[in-house]
């Protein structure tokens, strides 16, 4: 099939759509990353919420959580502008190396 097939296109636009009402399978498929059930709930309440409070404790992923959320919108959202922000420099450096690595083992991506 060649990129610009009507058809083709309009399959690519129909999963585009499928991944953005169902950011766990696209972590999966996209990402090549396994989320754990909570993981899952907190992706999708962060996806599809303008304001989430994740109350998390200490080493459930809430970093990691954030970079597949920056990740993702990057992916599915082109030209979407995504901010890396955190109290400090430091902070926000963790979350960029996060979204690093993500990007760097993803099957889709490389």
């Known amino acids: 099939m060649q990129i610009d097939d009507p058809e083709f296109l309009e399959q690519a636009g129909e999963l585009i759509e499928f991944y953005r009402q169902h950011p766990g399978i696209a972590a999966a498929d996209l990402l090549g ?22 109350i998390m404790c200490r080493g459930a992923g809430k970093t990691f959580i954030n970079a597949v959320f920056a990740c993702l919108k990057c ?30 083992s993803s099957p889709v991506l490389q």
């Not at 990353?33 to 994740?54: C, G």
């Not at 959202?77 to 901010?83: A, C, D, E, Q, T």
């Open 33 to 54: 990353i396994d989320l754990n059930d909570i993981q899952k709930v907190v992706l999708r309440s962060m996806w599809f919420s303008n304001y989430v409070m994740a």
């Open 75 to 104: 992916l599915l959202y082109p030209g979407h502008r995504v901010g890396l922000l955190a109290p400090t420099f430091r902070q926000s450096k963790i979350m960029f190396d996060e979204c690093d690595k993500i990007w760097k």
